[in-house]
């Protein structure tokens, strides 16, 4: 009896961990799961609980971002029970987040060998193969997941994704209207359908919207994603009050949960000019690798301008990369080692040129659009000291605005407030023109109203600035089959159109926060 009670016990200390991990309070689910695992580590009469507290530690670490601890915990799983195919899945996740995709494709293969038919184990697998951009070879993992059960949803949803990356719409509108049919709650897949529909105010999605919104009882998560999508519905048909209602009111919800300061990023871009404005004596680095750095603030035509370039024959779009990000804020903001030295960079650059072999090992020029290097370009320059950095411009009131009214993932916290918003552009601007300060020559400004108007000239400008020679190609970037993986994935694939100039005109009385922020 008392065996069984203490059975009784643990099994309902595991189910409150449970709910615990589900309500995001995961420092008390790591506490308390060690506590447990430390106690029962060796009781043989409750060994099958023990992969569970594994597992539920490392989900937790994942949900904090903190995937180097849920590497050693499951490192510690894997010594006990180097074949549990959920200690391997866990790993392959923890491995892949922290960019390390040749251990991640090695734990996957495992858990495959064991269990060829795991839907988990399909998923995050095609996951990393299309973040090495290995599309076939992702949506087989994808469709052969949807094939042993056609009712999981972020199966299809994942599909959906890749579809709309590669712009095959229609495929990926059977996709999310199959994830919505699973769970009407779903309302990523709302948001996500809303960015590739063109909206009539009779359109069957844009309905059901309305009415899910007031018969549905969601939580904040999904009203924030149900309230960008019937913004850009309201925005298609010109109803621009309704539209900023509903982005305004996804935004407020956003804010609120995330609790962004930006004196956290006023600090940091301080401490960044500080430490530049040395005189740094780093000479001899050199790499063979022709990269292009497409820097500016989101949404403000960086997709636009990499499908350009990237159209060019010797010229590979690697996207969105964060390697960089991830390692100079390891390396000098988070072990806060100011230690600058030729030897750090030049392991620096190690790591990132590995890194990149893996989505490209050619000879061809590559292209690094992840927005927010402006913050950086003092390191690329001498990381990279022969790259080519630009900086994609535009209106400022426009581009705030873009941003604002889609929802962006984590790294964009400034975006659900007018006033940061027009605060982090100010610090954008200030940091770039410190930068161009420092390395006149090395930025090339592309301004995205210039581009519409002029597509053929400023295009010849910025491949001249590249030291590429003309590819007509470039003219027909629409024509470029590769992944987009942003917001912007429907307009870059379109000729170069003009509606979104002065966009926010229509939205200018309520936008005087922004205004007012802009302007100090």
């Known amino acids: 009896m008392l065996s069984e009670k203490k059975d009784n ?25 060690k506590s447990l695992l430390k106690k029962h580590r060796h009781e043989r009469k409750i060994l099958n609980g023990i992969p569970v507290l594994y597992n539920i530690i490392s989900l937790a670490y994942q949900s904090k971002l903190d995937y180097n601890n849920s590497i050693k915990i499951m490192e510690e799983a894997l010594k006990l029970n180097p074949k549990n195919i959920y200690y391997l899945n866990n790993m392959g996740i923890s491995q892949h987040k922290s960019n390390n995709f040749i251990e991640a494709e090695k734990y996957f293969e495992r858990a495959l060998k064991i269990n060829p038919n795991y839907i988990n184990v399909l998923n995050n697998y095609a996951n990393l193969k299309k973040d090495l951009d290995k599309v076939d070879e992702a949506i087989k993992y994808y469709e052969k997941s949807v094939n042993i059960n056609n009712n999981i949803l972020i199966t299809n949803y994942n599909l959906s994704s890749i579809y709309i990356q590669k712009g095959e719409y229609d495929k990926a509108i059977i996709h999310l209207k199959k994830t919505l049919e699973i769970n009407p709650k779903f309302t990523t897949a709302d948001r996500v359908l809303s960015l590739i529909t063109k909206y009539e105010k009779n359109n069957k999605h844009f309905l059901e919207m309305k009415e899910k919104r007031i018969n549905l009882k969601l ?8 309230n960008f999508a019937l913004g850009k519905a309201y925005e298609n048909f010109k109803d621009y009050k ?8 996804a935004n407020e919800k956003k804010a609120k949960k995330i609790n962004y300061n930006i004196q956290n990023d006023i600090n940091l871009f301080k401490n960044i000019k500080k430490d530049f404005n040395l005189d740094f004596k780093i000479k001899n680095i050199y790499n063979e ?10 949404r403000s035509g960086t997709t636009l301008a990499e499908q350009i370039i990237s159209s060019h024959k ?3 779009g690697a996207g969105e990369l964060m390697f960089l990000t991830d390692m100079i804020k390891e390396e000098f903001f988070i072990k806060n080692k100011k230690n600058y030295n030729l030897k750090k960079f030049q392991d620096l650059q190690n790591e990132y040129l590995d890194r990149i072999s893996l989505l490209d090992n050619s000879n061809k020029c590559l292209t690094d659009k992840a927005p927010l290097n402006f913050r950086w370009i003092g390191f690329i320059n001498i ?7 630009i900086n994609c411009k535009r209106n400022s009131l426009d581009n705030c605005w873009s941003i604002y009214k889609n929802n962006f993932d984590a790294g964009l916290n400034f975006s659900f407030n007018l006033n940061d918003l027009g605060k982090f552009y100010n610090l954008y601007e200030d940091l770039i023109n410190f930068w161009k300060s420092k390395y006149p020559k090395k930025i090339y400004d592309l301004e995205y109203e210039k581009l519409i108007n002029n597509q053929e000239d400023e295009t010849k400008k910025v491949l001249e600035f590249c030291e590429l020679t003309w590819d007509p190609n470039c003219l027909e970037h629409y024509n470029n089959n590769r992944l987009i993986k942003t917001v912007s994935t429907v307009q870059a694939r379109k000729p170069i159109y ?20 802009l302007k100090k």
């Not at 016990?9 to 799961?33: H, P, R, T």
């Not at 309704?242 to 009111?249: K, P, R, V």
């Not at 990381?383 to 950095?389: A, E, V, Y």
């Open 242 to 249: 309704n539209a900023f209602i509903h982005i305004n009111e």
């Open 9 to 33: 016990n643990f099994e309902n200390e595991i189910s409150i961990l449970q709910n615990k991990l589900k309500n995001n309070l995961f420092d008390e689910v790591i506490i308390k799961a």
């Open 314 to 316: 010797n010229v590979y």
């Open 219 to 226: 939580n904040d998560d999904q009203m924030i994603e149900l």
């Open 498 to 517: 003009k509606t979104s100039v002065k966009l926010s005109d229509s939205y200018s009385k309520y936008l005087d926060d922004l205004k007012n922020a």
């Open 289 to 298: 690798k022709k990269i292009i750095f497409i820097v500016g603030m989101p």
């Open 383 to 389: 990381i990279f000291p022969n790259s080519k950095i």
